[in-house]
């Protein structure tokens, strides 16, 4: 492949795809193409540690010299205009073609615009680059109010972080309980608790009407009740939209999200697409979904490069998520969509429990606050195809241990 593959997106997902391209072999060109200036870094920590710490350095995915070093050519800086399927090249904004052999669609997501009277003053800002955390962190030191727009994990993040710092912080939720689509009621009601002992506001059930500013900035969210929240910085943060364009414009299957397959092709097979773009047919719900993760960022680009060295795996990978809010470290494996019933461990006063999730007698989930090792030992247990008895659960961690032990042991001679 004279041209080589070209990869467009410099996340989590296209800097792993351009790596595991190298890890597998590939000896061709790798082109990698981004549209932000900044060398490739990890995001989760811009909701957090970044835009509380005035001196704090985005974290590098990988080392400037890991790129030239495994003959990755980054082009920062380039957005693209057109894929030309036909002739296999990518029309790059303000002139000049890029060829492909093989192409990868790391696109991500973006934020959802909330068509608000007030939305374009200055103060009122989405997180999800490097520029936007810039932004947020320079506003919040002037800033004594602020006002977060929708209660997911981005919101709850950001207000947690704020209030640290002696921010008078209100979150406004539509819904009527914050991570709604994300976690368990528990769960949510948990930190929906936890966040209010720590002075955050949460008004769940409430939606905003418009936002006041003066002199060109806000100043104010005014609720669909009429109640006025002063502020001086508002983050909305209510919900993503995956960056399909290119890929729609193209013609390639679209549906949430860029369609793909097992093996990360779209419906042009010299195209795949992988990350928070990327729709697929989960092998553990037997539902379409479209999951935004680092785990699945990454093991869908591990993939994508082994699926273009001409292997034959599926993705099979068991999904995780975390999230830090506050003193809280969440952290999820598997799917609860299909869950029935779900058993709670540990002790909500110590600020550290569990909920496992079950499909009939199928273990399908678990989530967790501040019990890393439960987490640890779901990913263990999912990824072995083990589901734990209800009593193994009640009985605790040594019992869910043992019982994976016993069942690894048989399942050879099975």
Not at 59 to 80: A, K, M, N, V
Not at 126 to 150: F, P, Q
Not at 176 to 194: F, S, T, Y
Not at 244 to 272: F, H, K, Q, Y
Request: net charge negative; proline share 5%; hydrophobic share 40%.
């Amino acid at each position: 492949m004279k041209n080589g593959v070209v990869i467009v997106g410099t996340g989590h997902a296209g800097v792993q795809a351009a790596a595991s391209l190298r890890e597998e072999g590939y000896d061709g060109p790798v082109v990698l193409l981004g549209d932000e200036k900044d060398l490739p870094y990890h995001k989760p920590p811009l909701s957090k540690t970044f835009i509380k710490d005035a001196e704090a350095k985005p974290q590098p995915l990988r080392g400037e010299t890991f790129y030239s070093g495994h003959d990755i050519d980054l082009r920062p800086g380039l957005r693209i205009e057109r894929i030309d399927t036909g002739a296999q090249v990518l029309d790059v904004t303000g002139g000049g073609t890029i060829p492909f052999d093989r192409l990868i669609l790391a696109t991500g997501s973006r934020p959802r615009l909330l068509p608000l009277p007030g939305s374009n003053l200055a103060g009122v800002i989405s997180l999800r680059s490097l520029d936007d955390a810039r932004i947020i962190r320079e506003l919040s030191t002037a800033a004594s109010d602020a006002v977060i727009l929708g209660g997911g994990f981005i919101g709850l993040e950001i207000a947690a972080t704020l209030s640290a710092g002696g921010r008078r912080v209100t979150v406004v939720e539509a819904a009527d309980r914050v991570l709604g689509r994300a976690v368990a009621p528990v769960i949510a009601a948990h930190v929906h608790e936890r966040l209010i002992a720590g002075g955050v506001r949460i008004l769940t059930g409430t939606t905003v009407a418009r936002l006041d500013g003066e002199n060109g900035h806000v100043t104010a969210a005014v609720t669909s009740s009429g109640e006025r929240l002063p502020a001086q910085l508002v983050i909305v943060g209510v919900g993503v939209v995956p960056n399909v364009e290119l890929a729609e414009a193209a013609g390639i299957a679209i549906g949430n999200g860029i369609r793909i397959d097992t093996r990360m092709r779209t419906s042009l097979p010299e195209v795949l697409a992988v990350g928070d773009v990327a729709n697929y047919r989960h092998w553990a719900t037997d539902t379409d979904v479209r999951l935004e993760s680092v785990q699945n960022a990454t093991d869908q680009a591990k993939l994508a490069a082994r699926t273009i060295l001409g292997h034959e795996d599926t993705y099979s990978a068991v999904p995780w998520f975390w999230s830090d809010i506050g003193d809280m470290k969440l952290q999820m494996v598997g799917l609860t969509t299909a869950g029935d019933r779900h058993i709670v461990s540990g002790d909500a006063t110590e600020n550290k429990l569990s909920v496992y999730h079950f499909c009939g007698d199928r273990l399908i989930a678990i989530e967790s606050i501040n019990r890393p090792a439960d987490h640890m030992l779901g990913r263990k247990m999912l990824g072995a195809g083990f589901s734990p008895t209800p009593s193994q659960v009640e009985a605790g961690t040594d019992a869910l241990k043992a019982a994976l032990a016993a069942h690894q042991q048989a399942e050879p001679a099975a």
